[in-house]
């Protein structure tokens, strides 16, 4: 992503709660760019402006919103698509392994390496890592299934305690 990419650009945000904490959306005239888990909107709202610069951006006042709504309900369900379109923006990289992390199925995972493989590279795990990192979409794209070859958890960008929140909430809905 280029820094000016977004000069200018309208961004609106909404933030909710749920298991994760609070929770921030935001959403160009294109779909969703950023879902981001924290402590508090005045923390996300610097996260935002950081992964965003130059970009303008409103609060919407409501919670009623469908591209609001459809995000806070995919956090409760993952078993379906979400009914939000998105707005990702990364290198040809980045949206491969972006794509390719939507294909994995909720309540299931893959290594770092497996994830490097489906992609075309298949010693490219650290930079697999890192496009995780750079995922501002959390949980509709879904890095946190991804873990070591292992099976351990390894870092998360948001904190290892909201991935293991992510995974057992995930494998509770596939319980069912």
Not at 94 to 119: D, F, K, M, N
Not at 129 to 142: D, E, I, Q, R, T
Not at 154 to 173: M, N, P, V
Request: a positive charge.
């Amino acid at each position: 992503m280029r820094k000016r990419e977004f000069q200018g650009e309208p961004i609106v945000w909404q933030v909710g709660r749920c298991y994760l904490g609070t929770v921030m959306v935001a959403r160009t005239s294109k779909g969703i760019c950023a879902v981001l888990p924290g402590d508090s909107t005045e923390e996300l709202l610097t996260e935002l402006a950081d992964r965003f610069p130059g970009a303008t951006f409103e609060h919407c006042d409501s919670h009623r919103e469908d591209w609001f709504q459809g995000v806070m309900d995919y956090l409760v369900d993952s078993r379906k698509q979400p009914s939000v379109r998105l707005d990702l923006r990364g290198t040809d990289f980045q949206c491969r392994v972006w794509h390719t992390l939507r294909e994995i199925p909720s309540g299931s995972c893959a290594s770092y390496s497996e994830v490097a493989r489906r992609v075309g590279l298949p010693s490219g795990s650290r930079a697999v890592a890192g496009a995780c990192a750079a995922n501002p979409v959390a949980v509709l794209v879904p890095c946190h299934r991804v873990l070591r070859s292992d099976g351990s958890l390894s870092g998360y960008r948001w904190g290892l305690q909201r991935k293991k929140a992510l995974l057992d909430h995930e494998q509770s809905l596939s319980e069912r």
